[in-house]
């Protein structure tokens, strides 16, 4: 039996208990959670422990802890895998065989025995354009074990395949650089005994698994192809050492671990970000895309994107969003409130404030209330992250002076709710020294505080409408 291991789940866990007792009220100081964690721990892992114990008190933090105890997990992983997968690696291109024994196989190509048919004097050129190359589509197992699951963001998911003679891709948005064939390559797929055609390659960059960067030239354009494929055999041509295992595969080159494949199904599934450094290769994306990437943000928004250039790399499409199921649902409310109000003349004239919550689940530091500060002249915002609605003071006091040094002036009005956060004794006591006019609204009319809670009410629309278009739980966003 090898030694202990550490998981990431078992951080997950630990963190989740954590926020747990957070929210319960436990007043849970960074050296508590440290202690805590370290208790948890195998045996193996006492050598970093006695190296974080040796850091000053103040140095020593849960955020350092984890990612001290993951790095040494993945250093702890190589070397099990160099020790345990050695036997099975795949050495690629063979040319000399142990001993100097002659090959007394059978050639391939002529019939002939006493050499392969790499080495036959009688084999023709493979890659002329009248003779179709022979390319395995699959190594083993079945594409549609993989399908729905291809691409996951900007990162693209590759099947490694023993059998594929070039690395091929299905999308042309993944190429850094294309080009056209001089003659197009005939691709048979094995099994099904279809024939794709390529008619463009090019060069393929992204980030591994691994965080190394990795470029792949002569990459073959397959628009028809189901899956991307990775070709074992153009890897290690490129020094790359592909070394196989029961539930994944280790891509090494000169000794370094550049890249690794799981298991899934029968296939072994690589995950690559791939990176375009030609973005006009590709086409625009559509403006259905980055709705939802955007957090289903309106028309009007992203049309003032595009035209004011408000954010760089934003690139769709002008074309009308289709009905979006997904904003019907987190984006339904009450009739608006139409009275008319002054507005602002100068910054910090008006300042409207609200407090959103509780919310659930609490953040990690165990945070269930959010409280924002909007500038009714310039829509300035400020959202501060708090624990109990009784912080709402200093919060405004952090705010206040924050904004009074970056505007050179004073804040005259607050419009708020009737919110009792808002009128403590010594809140009250403070306006009247710092002469702020105190504006609430009528009881249980929050739509007169329209701007706060405007405000308020989109950032949750962003955050519930990600949340059913991902179908993610709620604990990936605090």
Sequence with gaps: MGPARFHCATLLKFEDLVRQLRVAGSNLEESDVCAALSLTLPESFDPLMTALENLPENELTYELMKTRLLSDESKRLDRIHSNEEKPTAFAGDQRKKQGGEKFNGKCHGCGKRGHMKKDCRKKTNAHVATEPRSVVYMAGGRADECEGKQQCGKKVEFLLDSGASDHMVNTKQHFSSVEVLKQPVHIDVAKSGESLVAKESGVVSGMS???????????????????????????????????????????????????????????????????????????????????????????????????????????????????????????????????????????LERIHSDVCGPIEPASWEGHRYLVSFIDDYSHFAVVYLIRKKSEVFEKFKEFEAMATAACGTKISKLTIDQGREYFSNSQKTYYKEKGIQVEPTVAYSPQQNGVAERFNRTLIEKVRTMLIQSHAPKIVLV
């Design 209 to 347: 698994n691994r965080g190394v960067m990795m470029h792949a030239k002569d990459v073959l354009y397959v628009p028809s192809l189901r899956d991307n494929l990775m070709s074992v055999k153009k890897l290690t041509k490129a020094g790359v050492e592909v070394i196989f295992n029961e539930r994944y595969v280790t891509l090494k080159k000169d000794g370094e671990t550049i890249g690794t494949a799981h298991m899934r199904g029968n296939l072994y599934v690589m995950e690559i970000a791939v990176q375009r450094a030609n973005a006009s290769l590709a086409e625009a994306d559509s403006a259905d895309l980055w709705h939802r990437r955007l957090g289903h943000i309106s028309e009007t928004g992203m049309a003032a994107l595009m035209r004011e250039k408000l954010v760089l790399g934003v690139s769709f499409k002008p074309e009308k969003i289709k009905f979006c199921d997904v904003c019907v649902l987190g984006k339904q409310s009450r009739d608006p409130f139409n009275g008319a109000r002054d507005r602002a003349t100068r910054p």
